[in-house]
């Protein structure tokens, strides 16, 4: 398969990935759904892991489960708790706010020094965050307050989302230099499955597995076999045969596939707020890489000449679509 291909595939999934969720929420549980997405898709990811199975010590355990309390549990727990409150298309938009949390993470606990250029792309790019977080509060008065405060909150579990997955690639920047991929992925997947469990039991003593629909099978097997076997099949391909600092360029596509699809999935629109804080993000990333990435697609045409002076880049282990 075309490298670009993979993960334009990839990240067509992962933009969907917050409509397709919201809606099979409305059905399951979080914790249930988190639970059987990530228990299953650990079991799929079984072979491949044998088949690389290598030794770890128990200090690379210790990193990759640590690392995976913050992949899964913290990042997918509190997405999935942010989604029935707050309108879906926010999910991505606020997930651009990583590189915001690395850039300062880098600064007070690597000692970096703050880049004055790059500095002012992230400044932007927060106001437009910030925009969309705020959202909640510059809506007319046909939205009760009650409902303001549930998306204002629901904003604010993105974000402690988004934290997650900065810590974990944080921690795993190291681990995945000395671990592969799939063994990582297999061990946090089973891992962040068995924290879930004692959230899962105290929902299902009030909800049923007899009480599945469409929507809870359509989020089952979405996040089971598309959001995790495919989509993370597709992105370890990608990132084996193209420079990792173009991968960053496939996640313009998250956005629009996820408002595509949440207007006839769960009837939501961009809003004014929307609009405004998604232009402060990308002008931000403008300002911050000094040029917008031309879109993916076309370097399908060119992608097989280059393909050969790219060395092959380590594998990584990304969180960013759910």
Avoid at 24 to 32: A, D, E, K, V, Y
Avoid at 176 to 202: C, D, E, R
């Amino acid at each position: 398969m075309n490298p670009v291909l993979a993960l334009i595939i990839t990240n067509f999934i992962w933009g969907a990935a917050s409509p397709i969720f919201k809606l099979s929420l409305q059905n399951i549980p979080p914790f249930t759904l988190a639970f059987i997405r990530f228990f299953f898709a650990g079991l799929l990811f079984t072979y491949f892991a044998l088949l690389h199975w290598q030794k770890i010590t128990w200090r690379q355990f210790f990193m990759i489960c640590f690392g995976a309390f913050f992949a899964v549990t913290v990042n997918i727990g509190f997405y999935f708790l942010a989604l029935p409150k707050t309108a879906s298309i926010n999910a991505p938009i606020i997930a651009s706010s990583q590189p915001i949390f690395l850039f300062f993470l880098s600064i007070f606990f690597l000692k970096e020094k703050p880049n004055k250029k790059v500095f002012r792309g992230i400044l932007i790019s927060f106001i437009g965050v910030l925009v969309i977080i705020l959202s909640p509060l510059f809506t007319n008065g046909t939205v009760s307050a009650a409902a303001k405060e549930a998306a204002l909150e629901g904003n604010l579990y993105l974000v402690i989302a988004t934290f997650g997955s900065v810590l974990n690639a944080i921690i795993f920047k190291r681990v995945l230099k000395q671990v592969n991929f799939y063994q990582v992925t297999f061990i946090s997947f089973l891992f962040g499955a068995f924290t879930f469990f004692p959230l899962m039991h105290g929902e299902v003593q009030r909800w049923s597995f007899a009480m599945i629909d469409y929507r809870g099978w359509m989020g089952i097997i979405f996040g089971v076999v598309f959001s995790s076997a495919i989509a993370y099949g597709c992105f370890n391909y990608g990132v084996s045969k193209i420079d990792a600092q173009e991968v960053g360029i496939f996640s313009y596509i998250d956005p629009v596939i996820a408002i595509l699809l949440a207007i006839p999935l769960v009837h939501e629109y961009p809003t004014l707020s929307f609009y405004i804080g998604t232009f402060f993000v990308f002008v931000g990333i403008l300002l911050a890489e000094g040029r917008i990435h031309w879109h993916p697609i076309h370097r399908l045409r060119n992608v097989k000449s280059q393909m050969a002076n790219v060395p092959t880049s380590p594998k990584g282990f990304d969180v960013r679509g759910k």
